[in-house]
């Protein structure tokens, strides 16, 4: 029987999500009583890792850890006490969880684990990086351009000109993001100037790499993907929403958000779809899964990648578990076949 160490929460913004995921997955894994043992391992948002006890306290009320600050040393010796496993399964999302940290210490600890590694993860994770290397793998996208946080805070007329050269090159509207947080933390559109002001100050709070996007009139639709060096894509999916954009609030909300699974498109367009997400999928190394989000533009019949997810989300609303139900594998098979996918790459 192999002990799957499930490993959630962390340092980051995504939390409560982190959590949420867990939960779905400890559940997959229980299906499997004769396979494995499910050791739970939580990250308190100061870093701290907390006893089995205590992780499994909060997998099971679904609510975070209300703590102060604890210096470094306590969290040195906390790692010291880590119950030993076969195998790791991050459910860790953003910072320090889906951007090559958490991969490399996993790696360290020379023990298998679920997903990609730091390279993937942490090129995955910084949306500029990524970009990059989409374009370098000759992958269609929105035009961009990338900004730094000393660009934003800077005097008056460094800052004017960076609008302006916005405005000239990607015009309005445009979305700004800080490079490096996940599930739409700290996006913003911005129709006119006073609101690209704001939004890349609010970005610069969060990250000192900003990404800012040119829209588009399109479809979003998701492909996931599953395997290691053979990788497999998920039919498509598509996301309907009646906000301005898919933001946080409208991806965690229940009923905020429509899941069309399969996506009607012409079957064409959903095979090219499928061959651009495992394409993007070994353009950055990745391994285990992904989750790989498109614009469609529908009047052009273009399709633009738009990101790639490393580590996607398991929680109820989320398209990368259900993607794979209908495309012939439940939830408890899926966690098996990763874990299984993750013992092969060792």
């Not at 195998?87 to 999302?93: C, N």
């Not at 290397?133 to 900004?147: D, H, I, M, S």
């Given at each position: 029987m192999q002990k799957v160490g499930l490993l959630f929460g962390g340092c980051s913004g995504e939390h409560e999500v982190s959590i949420r995921s867990a939960q779905a997955i400890a559940r997959g894994l229980a299906s499997h009583p004769e396979k494995y043992t499910v050791i739970p391992h939580y990250i308190q948002k100061n870093g701290l890792w907390c006893d089995r006890a205590v992780a499994e306290q909060v997998l099971l009320s679904g609510q975070p850890l209300a703590v102060e600050n604890i210096?470094?040393?306590?969290?040195?010796?906390?790692?010291?006490?880590?119950?030993?496993?076969?195998?790791?399964?991050?459910?860790?999302?953003?910072?320090?969880?889906?951007?090559g940290t958490i991969q490399g210490l996993l790696k360290l600890l020379q023990v298998p684990f679920v997903g990609s590694g730091v390279l993937a993860?942490?090129?995955?994770?910084?949306?500029?990086?990524m970009k990059t290397?989409?374009?370098?793998?000759?992958?269609?996208?929105?035009?961009?351009?990338?900004?730094g946080r000393s660009q934003v805070w800077s005097n008056p007329c460094v800052f004017s000109r960076l609008c302006d050269q916005i405005e000239s090159q990607l015009g309005y509207p445009c979305f700004v993001k800080p490079a490096n947080l996940g599930s739409s933390v700290g996006i913003s559109k911005a129709r006119d100037r006073r609101q690209l002001e704001a939004s890349l100050d609010s970005a610069a709070s969060y990250d000192r790499r900003i990404i800012v996007e040119a829209g588009v009139i399109?479809?979003?639709?998701?492909?996931?993907?599953?395997?290691?060096?053979?990788?497999?894509?998920?039919?498509?999916?598509?996301?309907?929403?009646?906000?301005?954009?898919?933001?946080?609030?409208?991806?965690?909300t229940e009923g905020l958000a429509g899941l069309v699974i399969p996506a009607r498109l012409p079957e064409a367009i959903a095979s090219q779809i499928?061959?651009?997400?495992?394409?993007?999928?070994?353009?950055?190394?990745?391994?285990?899964?992904?989750r790989v989000d498109f614009f469609y533009i529908e009047a052009t019949g273009e399709i633009l990648v738009n990101e790639i997810n490393t580590l996607p989300g398991f929680t109820s609303t989320s398209m990368y578990p259900m993607l794979w139900?209908?495309?012939?594998?439940?939830?408890?098979?899926?966690?098996?076949?990763?874990?299984?996918?993750a013992l092969e790459r060792g």
């Open positions: 210096p470094a040393s306590d969290l040195v010796a906390s790692l010291a006490a880590i119950t030993p496993v076969d195998v790791w399964f991050p459910a860790l999302h953003g910072p320090n969880g889906e951007d993860a942490a090129v995955g994770m910084d949306k500029i990086a290397a989409f374009a370098q793998a000759g992958l269609p996208q929105v035009n961009y351009l990338a900004v399109a479809r979003e639709v998701e492909c996931a993907i599953l395997g290691n060096d053979q990788p497999r894509a998920s039919v498509i999916g598509e996301i309907t929403y009646s906000s301005d954009f898919y933001d946080y609030e409208t991806k965690y499928q061959e651009m997400a495992i394409q993007a999928f070994r353009a950055i190394d990745c391994a285990g899964l992904a139900e209908h495309s012939g594998i439940p939830f408890s098979g899926l966690v098996d076949q990763l874990v299984q996918f």
